[in-house]
């Protein structure tokens, strides 16, 4: 299989690593938002990992192309869904994942199935933290959001979540920690006057997101759609 990196940070260049063991090409490697048709015109699939503001217009790129996509780029999320439109209306291949970790999503899962238990046990209150390496730009972490919005689907007592402390009892808070080269740790903490139930994952490298965007990338190579991990993992 033939890829594009757009993004060729650390983990773009975990994805290529991982890649050429697998037995596939890197036909471009890009810089954030200079994406180009010479870049992708020989890609089954572009895998897009870059920054915020380079996001939109690179997947934009390559859904014109009509080259099968997958982006894995956090704190953009507003733009999503005119992004999902203009693929459906292009008939082309969009994929996004917060967290291409198998690990992370098995837990995004185990996150929502506790969270509905907890709904009808009102005695424990919820609260997240996520940590971080110190040259993650975004804050909360996109994994972090999707957890808490996994959350805010099935607590009844809780309307919206916030960066930090609150004092309104219908906000779900989450705590940012910014620490060395932690690539990732996310913890879900219910806590009663009694005790403390806490879920956690701690992501020990970035190979983990790596494998699985390369693992969805060959899985995503002949789709059409907008599709996600839900789909990737029949969740």
Not at 20 to 25: F, N, P, V
Request: hydrophobic fraction near 35%; glycine fraction near 8%; include cysteine.
């Amino acid at each position: 299989m033939n890829i594009a990196l757009i993004g060729y940070g650390k983990m773009g260049q975990a994805i290529e690593k991982i890649a050429l063991t697998r037995g596939h090409k890197i036909v471009a490697k890009v810089e954030l938002d200079t994406v180009t048709t010479g870049d992708l015109i020989e890609a089954h699939v572009a895998l897009e990992f870059t920054q915020p503001e380079s996001a939109y217009n690179n997947i934009k790129k390559c859904i014109d192309l009509g080259i099968p996509v997958l982006s894995g780029t956090t704190g953009w999320i507003e733009k999503k869904e005119q992004i999902e439109t203009y693929c459906r209306t292009k008939d082309s291949t969009f994929f996004y994942a917060s967290n291409y970790s198998i690990g992370v999503n098995l837990f995004f899962k185990i996150n929502e199935i506790v969270a509905e238990i907890m709904n009808s046990n009102t005695q424990y209150n919820v609260s997240m933290e996520e940590i971080h390496h110190t040259q993650k730009k975004d804050s909360p972490s996109g994994t972090a959001i999707t957890l808490a919005e996994g959350i805010l689907k099935h607590l009844e007592n809780k309307n919206k979540w916030q960066e930090g402390n609150s004092e309104k009892s219908t906000i779900l808070p989450i705590y940012a920690k910014r620490e060395g080269s932690v690539p990732g740790t996310h913890s879900v903490s219910y806590e009663s006057e009694m005790d403390n139930i806490t879920l956690t994952h701690t992501a020990y490298t970035r190979d983990s997101f790596a494998l699985g965007a390369i693992m969805v990338a060959e899985w995503l190579k002949d789709k059409k759609g907008v599709l996600s991990m839900t789909d990737y993992m029949g969740l």
